[in-house]
């Protein structure tokens, strides 16, 4: 079973919005390595969510097994399709 990070992201505005980015790339084969890439990558976390939300900040991130995305009413949203 595959793990995924999702950085769940609040907006700077003050509003209650939340939005959320799921990472679907690297998969990873359990939560410690999904958590350890985590750590080991804010850097890249960091500039990717401010090149697609730069009204967002983030406010908490979490590995989350594939199963459980649907679950969470999480599916990817990959760049360039053309489906939502």
């Not at 990070?5 to 959320?20: I, K, P």
């Not at 990873?28 to 500039?47: K, Y």
């Amino acid at each position: 079973m595959s793990w995924f990070l999702v950085v769940l992201l609040a907006s700077t505005d003050g509003s209650s919005w939340q939005e959320g980015f799921l990472w679907y790339d690297p998969k990873h084969a359990s939560d410690v390595e999904c958590t350890e890439w985590a750590s080991s990558n804010t850097i890249e976390i960091l500039r990717t969510v401010n090149y697609y939300y730069t009204e967002w900040t983030v406010d908490k991130t979490y590995c989350v097994r594939e199963d459980r995305l649907e679950d969470l009413g999480i599916s990817p949203l990959i760049e360039n399709s053309q489906s939502l």
